[in-house]
Every structure is written in C-alpha cells, then in structure tokens.
C-alpha cells in the first residue's frame, strides 16, 4: 500500500520535513508549532472557510505555503492585522516570517471551492493525485495539496473541528475529542501532539463501528471503522483483525503510540496510512486477502513511519521495515513455501526493471509507480531479512526494540537503525549498510564449478562461485544435496570476482544449488528469471504493437506500461528487445506467426467457453522479453483496463471478462551442478 507518499510531496521539494508524529520521546526535541483550526466544508457545493491560529516558537524563520485557489480573507501577526503577500503568478501563496527572541502568533482565515470527486482514477494515478476533492459520496483534502497554511519545518500539535452538513463524519489523524449534531450539521473535533505538519481530512456519508481495546499497560485504545453502508458488515471482522496486529507489534516492538485507530472508507483505489489511521478503497476493503495482509501493513505504519518518521533527506527506511515486519511477516507464519514464493517475486520483479529505474535505496523517498516499490519496500525488505539471517532473530528483535523506544515521537535515520542493530548483535555493521544502500544493482553470484572427494569418514567439496565486476560482499547459501536424499547448508562469503570454497558433508553429495530458497537480493541467472507481466509494465524499452482495435488496444497499452508508450506499426519488424503485442485476437495469431514469434502457450487453453483475452510472456530469441495481450473483441479489451495492470507478477492470465479465471508463473530453475562420482 501507498503508507505515508503524501507526507513527502511537500518535504522533497522544500527539504527535510518536520519530527515524527506521536507520543513525544527521546527522538523528539524540538519545540512544536500550535495551532487551533476550524473548517466547515459543504461537499455538495465544494466550499470550504475555515480559519486558524498558529503559535511559533521563537528563534526561528518560518515557511508558509497555502494553495493559491484560496482566498486568504484575513491574515494577522500577534493579533494586528496585516496584508496579505502578493497573489503568485504561479505555484502557491508562499511567504516568511523572520525569526523572532519570542513566541508568535498567526491567524489566518481562507475560503475556496476545491476540485470535484474523480472516482474514475486508478491505483496508480491516485498516488500521483494531491489536488482536495469534495463530493457528497466521500472528501479527500491532503496535506500536499496545501488546503491549510503549512508552517514547514517544525512538528505540529493542533486541535482541529470540522463543521459539516449533517450525515457526513470527517475524520483527521488524532484524537476524536467531541462530536455532536446538532439540527442540520454535525461536528467533530481531533487533535494530535508532534504531528507532521500537513494534515490530511476525510470525510463521507460514514456509518461507525467502534470498540475498545485493551493496549499495553492498560492503556484503553478507541478503535473505529468509517464505513459506507455497503460494506458495514465487514466492520466487525476488519476490527478483530486490528486488535490481533495491534497484539502482534505491541509485544514485538513496544505499546502502541496512539489513543486511537481507524479504519475509513475511501470512494478511490487509495491505500494510505496516516497516524491512528489508514484510509483504503472501498473496493480494496472488499478484496479477500486485505484483511490479513495490507491492513497489517498500515497498522505497523503507527510505528514505523509515524511513531517515528524518516529522516526523508537522507532516505525512507519505514516502508522495507514494514514491508518485512508485516507482509513478509505473514508469509513465514503461513510456513516456509509462502514465505519463499514472496522471496522470489521479489527478485522476479527486480530482473523486470531497467537500469535507469535501479536507483540506490538511499535514493528511495516515496512510491509513486512500480519501479520505485520494488527498491523502496521490496529490495529494503530483503535488506533486512539478510541481516536477520546473518545476526539471528534474537538480535534483530533486540535492536528494533531498543530503536523504538529511542526514537518514539521522532525522527530517525539508517544511520539511526544501523547503530541499534550494531549495539544489538555486537557486530560492526557500516560496510553492510554501506553496500546496500549506496549502491544501484545486486551481485549475481553463479556457480562456476564445483567438485566432490572422498576425504577419510567424510566428504570434501570444492566449490567455486563467481560475480561480475566490481565484486559485491554477499553472504551466499548454497545447498548440497547428498546420497541419502538430505540437504544440507551451508553459507559462503563471496567478496571476489572469483572464489573457491571448500566445504564438508557427512553423506555424498550428489548436487549442489546456489540459494534455492532465494534468501539473497541478486539477479536471478536467465532460467531463475522467468519472463512476467512486469517487465513490459516497468521497461523503458519496451517497443508496443497494436495488431486490431487500435482505439481500445492503445488505450490498454497506455493503462499498462509506465513509461512513455513507444508505438511501431503492425507492417514493420520488430526490433530486438522487449515487445508487447496488444490487439484482438486474430490479428495477434495472425501477427505473431508472420514474425516468426511464439504463439498462445498450450497453458492457456483452459476455459475455451468462458475466456475473453489472454495474455502471456515468452523470451524471444536473444533473451528479450515478449508480452503478448489478445482478446476475442474490443470490448474484451476494454474490460482488461481496471484488471490486468494489477497482475504485473503473473507470466500468464486467463480472463472471462475483467475477472482472472486462470494465471500463473513460468516455472524457474535455480542454479545447478551436478557433482560426478569420484574416479576409481
């Protein structure tokens, strides 16, 4: 899910963002901005008024930026009237206060009508959307989009009422202190200690579910779903599902920051966490596995992301945190082969990506498409699996412990993890996060040779790995398969170009793999990699051909690919490289076999009476990618549109309609040698 990409809009464009949201801690010095702040907004009309009161602490400047569609109808400085600056020619009303020896105060008054709800977007133009929207059905106004004046550079305490016709709840990160309706308008009030210093509202026609939770130490924690009547019924498990992750993380990582946690309904694909809060889809919320996978994932947000923040400047950690301690999490409890499938996705996914996409993962911010999740929450995910397998689990609980009772309410750094994972394990860990976190890429260390011998009452094996230059420092496993049908393994420090190692078993081994279990960030060798949907999706260059309902076909493309379409017509060659092949489906048999490329694997004939489209990857000769998407009719192709960008991991789909009747993922085959019986 998206977590906290609307925090950083602001933050990456101006500098370092302010102090973590929460309880205040020993991460959370600096004194905080107050403010008190009314809104009424009606969505039917789109009119928002709403007025406010700053506190500044001394001895600092202060950046005020507010979004140039609002009229700012009063603007004071320690109660005296002043005006306004000059409306901006362009961009958003900005301005500086000077630093001052004592406390200031600001009040400002603005009104202004905000954008219509656009309930047509999808996953990925919803994360790249920061305009305010205001309808009857449901409100969205993030803090990025500058709907109140943003002090930047401090943590923010504020206490916030919202005024709104009577039917709709609004809801902010924070404590619900009031709410009450009276006649035709209700009214709720929130606030929030060291928050960050946008503030995202919500609001729509809610039903409420709540309950109470018993947290740590007996601290009563409100929890709450904000709900459309259409979905109400799934209250009552969702919040189940909350108390077993706040459990969960409460006694692995310490009590939860918050007095509250809600659950809200959202009329767009969202999928953002903000504190005490998450905000999700309405039809997100209705898929069968969000309850027991992305919506842990945003409560464990609470912790790592906004019970202490990055330090955004010097790169984003809390979304491969999360990403290991929840969805990877989950994996392991549901045993060994999940958690290996995700593993191995996870490098499937990075072979799909382009070089100019392999940024560092210090580099990484926030997740605006998929290039950026794959570095930013599944390589950093990886990332810290490594260093669980080479530090033990003990030590690694030990060390996210300690860094989050050091760094509660504030924010932290790599350096800042580093440091408590070094104190933890006793092990000097800088040349670690130095190479992962600087460096663009992965190692593909291969088995070059190996070799067994008889040496007395056990087994001496030679084995000889090798990895492009310049060489990585890589832990490597590698498995050895023996004469009575056992494994056994056994973990190589590669550090060279070239290396040899020697190692014992008690049985003959007979083979020997190179991380079969996929427990290494590296890129998979050719057959570990099997061709997947992703890699048209993520690659630069990645060359379309439209073959029939040319309207719906480049639509399609357009929904699916990432980066700018590049179009060949149907009547010229191919050029060697990555090709995907969109159409209906006689063109594209048609097409396929004038080129000489693989046709419509057997896997697909499944379903002949029900399925509509197909689509599929192959390698072409030369090693490069084909993806290929044929439908019976245009309107097939139009139905894939909401459907096929989401399945990005699949090698093949079958679809009757927009549903996925059939999929799945082109066997790989780990690195191999066999070992030959020794000469007599």
Do not use: C
């Not at 709104?164 to 209700?186: D, Y």
């Not at 083979?511 to 099997?530: I, N, Q």
Request: hydrophobic content about 40%.
């Amino acid at each position: 899910m998206a977590g906290v990409v609307l925090a950083v809009v602001v933050a990456t464009l101006r500098g370092p963002a302010s102090t973590a949201s929460g309880a205040s801690g020993p991460g959370a010095r600096e004194a905080s901005v107050r403010a008190d702040i009314e809104v009424t907004l009606d969505p039917a009309t789109r009119e928002l008024s709403a007025g406010g009161d700053w506190r500044l602490p001394a001895g600092r400047a202060w950046h005020v930026s507010l979004d140039a569609r609002y009229e700012i109808e009063r603007l004071a400085l320690d109660g005296r009237p002043v005006d306004p600056p000059p409306s901006p020619a362009s961009g958003p009303w900005q301005w500086t206060l000077p630093a001052a020896p004592r406390e200031r105060r600001v009040e400002i008054a603005w009104r202004g009508r905000l954008d219509p709800l656009e309930a047509s977007l999808d996953h990925r133009d919803v994360l790249a959307f920061a305009a305010p929207v205001a309808a009857p059905r449901g409100s969205f106004l993030p803090g990025a989009s500058l709907w109140h004046p943003v002090f930047e550079g401090g943590p923010l305490d504020y206490r916030m009422r919202i005024d709104m016709p009577a039917g709709q709840r609004a809801i902010v990160p924070g404590t619900l202190e009031s709410e009450s309706t009276a006649g035709s308008r209700s009214e709720q009030s929130y606030a929030l200690e060291r928050a960050e210093p946008m503030i995202d509202l919500m609001a729509g026609p809610y039903e409420e579910s709540r309950r109470r939770y018993a947290g740590a130490g007996g601290r009563s924690i409100l929890l709450r779903t904000l709900y459309y009547p259409e979905i109400a019924e799934r209250a009552a498990g969702d919040l189940d599902a909350v108390e077993r992750y706040l459990r969960l993380y409460e006694s692995w990582i310490g009590s939860y920051p918050y007095e509250s946690f809600s659950i809200v309904a959202s009329p767009t694909p969202t999928g953002f966490g903000m504190p005490s809060l998450t905000y999700i889809g309405v039809d997100v919320l209705r898929l069968p596995f969000i309850r027991d996978t992305s919506l842990g994932h945003e409560v464990l947000h609470n912790w790592w992301g906004h019970g202490v923040r990055p330090d955004y400047a010097r790169g984003n950690w809390s979304e491969g945190l999360t990403t290991f301690m929840a969805d990877y999490a989950y994996r392991e409890r549901s045993g060994d082969a999940a958690a290996q499938e995700l593993r191995l996705s996870w490098l499937r996914d990075f072979a799909s990506l382009g070089g100019a996409e392999d940024q560092p993962l210090a580099a990484f911010r926030a997740r605006t498409h998929g290039a950026e999740q794959i570095v930013g929450y599944d390589k950093s995910a990886m990332v810290f699996l490594m260093l669980r397998d080479a530090i033990g689990r003990a030590a690694f609980d030990r060390a996210v412990q300690s860094f989050w009772r050091e760094h509660r309410g504030g924010t932290a750094s790599w350096d800042d993890l580093r440091d408590a994972f070094e104190r933890a394990s006793g092990r000097h860990l800088a040349a670690y996060f130095e190479q992962w976190l600087t460096r663009r890429g992965a190692p593909d260390p291969r088995l070059a040779a190996a070799s067994a011998t008889r040496d007395g009452a056990l087994w001496s094996v030679a084995i000889t790995l090798a990895q492009s230059a310049p060489a990585w420092r890589v832990r490597v496993p590698v498995v050895l398969g023996l004469a009575d049908g056992s494994e056994a393994t056994r973990w190589l420090d590669l550090a060279a170009e070239h290396a040899r190692f020697e190692v014992t078993a008690e049985q003959q081994p007979l083979r020997v793999w190179l991380d079969p279990g996929a427990r290494v960030f590296r890129r998979l060798a050719p057959g570990e990699a099997p061709p997947i949907l992703r890699q048209s999706m993520l690659d630069p260059a990645t060359v379309t051909v439209l073959a029939g309902a040319g309207t719906e076909s480049e639509s399609l493309a357009r929904r699916l690919v990432e980066q700018p379409l590049r179009l060949l017509g149907a009547d010229r060659a191919p050029p060697d490289g990555p090709l995907l092949v969109i159409g209906r489906d006689a063109e594209v048999r048609s097409y396929l076999a004038s080129r000489g490329l693989p046709a419509r694997p057997v896997e697909l004939r499944v379903e002949p009476d029900r399925a509509t489209a197909w689509a599929w990857t192959a390698t072409r000769r030369g090693g490069s990618t084909l993806t290929v998407v044929a439908a019976r009719d245009a309107a097939a192709l139009a139905a894939l549109e909401r459907p096929l960008p989401h399945y990005g991991r699949q090698s093949w789909l079958v679809f009757e309609g927009p549903r996925a009747i059939a999929r799945g993922v082109w066997p790989s085959q780990p690195q191999e040698l066999a070992l030959a019986p020794p000469s007599r």
